[in-house]
């Protein structure tokens, strides 16, 4: 199996954002926000090799332009600075998020299926997975 290109993919279920929220010291405003957004992400190749993954709410939308292996400075969706690489194994994207100042390190797994993608996000916290 392969990445999957310019198909769109709608949030159907979630377990334990709360909690992944909260261990990322994200505020309660935007855990409760974070809860009724559905987003719809999308991956694209251009012309020029860069990958596009976007993510679309009703609340904010953000893409994000990289090249596999190479570091970048991104936002993530509670405005925090991070510096980011993504890397692909067979049909997944592994992307670590390390903070620019106290944020904790996040990696997100995403593996693409013809019928959906799985996105699995895991961050250290106190020397334990959450």
Do not use: W
């Amino acid at each position: 199996m392969s990445l999957i290109f310019d198909t769109k993919f709608k949030l159907e279920t979630s377990e334990n954002f709360d909690e992944f929220c909260k261990a990322l010291g994200v505020i309660e405003v935007m855990r409760t926000l974070g809860k009724v957004m559905s987003p719809v992400v999308e991956l694209t190749k251009k012309q020029d090799g860069k990958f596009v993954l976007t993510c679309n709410t009703m609340i904010r939308n953000t893409s994000m332009e990289f090249n596999l292996g190479e570091e970048f400075i991104e936002e993530t969706l509670d405005a925090h600075k991070v510096r980011s690489i993504i890397t692909q194994e067979g049909n997944k994207l592994v992307h670590i998020q390390k903070g620019l100042s106290n944020r904790k390190e996040t990696t997100i797994i995403r593996e693409f299926e013809p019928d959906q993608l799985k996105m699995v996000m895991i961050t250290l916290y106190m020397n334990r997975f959450v």
